[in-house]
């Protein structure tokens, strides 16, 4: 088995520190050929699919990525920008202004991004950190509620990359950020902003991506960290109970997933007289294929069909400033004792921490 060879170690070289922000995912094209690639990788995933291997694969490449891939090429066709992939974009642009965020803070910090399957790598950004001389990484999963379908996932291709690698660097990961104060606030700000914009409509469907319910009784904390995200951000913009519905979108193949089903519950709002409805996702942080076609496109489709009148679909946080900032606090708060500054700033920080303990003492210099 051949090795890959490693850039050679370069003495005196100053260690970095790195962060990388990794999301799920995209093809490069809306091209059924691009998804077969990307679908055979993501559904190959055994974290995703818990079915025996001997099982699933033959399934997988005898009848699913025969089949599906046109029809998902339609869709995403539906939401491709100039741009791209709506979720490449707008993860490019947060790894951009995390940079910035931090940098503005005084941290010389190497910002880059990944995707889980797909396009740029997990294992080639890992081996391009390294190559800019960077020794510690804080890998970011753009997940904020942990699912072992998701982040656990991340880590493994990390590990992967991990057993191919000589040198590794030093590596830590935020398992999740549900009730991260700063992620929630910047919810409910774009919440209101929306309101403020279009106005408010009878009811707040926060719809997160669905999860087999066989998950949840396997010990998966998923479907209690949603509801505890609903929960908080209906308490942020002052909701009761009956102003606002936790459901699950995304559902696949005939097992029973974690209920209520998004699309199920708009059909009976506007069955039930619901004129207008709010949708937002609060389980995604940048818009992309579940967001952009299936509820935006899709669910608008479902309620207006069943009789209601008004369907909003508020954007996920993407470039939002108040999320890049809560991001970068995150950050902060993870890489809390690697040096992330110069010499020079780290004495300036030295000198400043000086006078303010001999201030708080009394002293005067």
Known sequence: MSVAKEPPYQHGQAP??????V??????????????????????????????RLLWLPILHGIILRVRPAKSAAKYASIWTKEGSPLRVWTQKQTTLLQGFLGEQGHQ???EHAMRYGQPSIAGQLDALKAQGVQRVLVVPLYPQYSGATTASVMDEVFAWGRQTRWLPELRHINQFHDDPGYLTALAESVKAHWQRHGRGGKLVMSFHGMPHRTLLLGDPYHCQCLKTGRLLAE?????????????????GKAKWLEPYTEPTLR???????????????????????????????????????GGKEFNYIPCLNDDRRWIRALSELTLQHLQGWPTRTSEQARADT???QRARASAAGCRH
């Open 23 to 52: 999301n799920l995912g995209t093809p490069d094209a809306p091209t059924a050929g691009a998804l077969r690639r990307y679908l055979g990788q993501f559904l190959a995933d055994p974290r995703v699919v818990e079915i025996p």
């Open 268 to 306: 009976a709002l506007a069955q039930k007289g619901e004129q207008r409805v709010d949708v937002v996702c609060p389980g995604f942080v940048a818009d992309c294929i579940e967001t952009l076609e299936e509820i935006a496109m899709e669910g608008r489709q479902a309620f207006l069909e069943s």
């Open 109 to 111: 910090v190497v910002v």
């Open 16 to 21: 970095r520190t790195g962060v990388l922000l």
């Open 236 to 252: 942020r913009l002052g909701l009761g109970s009956d102003e606002y519905v936790v459901t699950f979108q995304s559902r696949f």
């Open 351 to 353: 000198l400043e921490q």
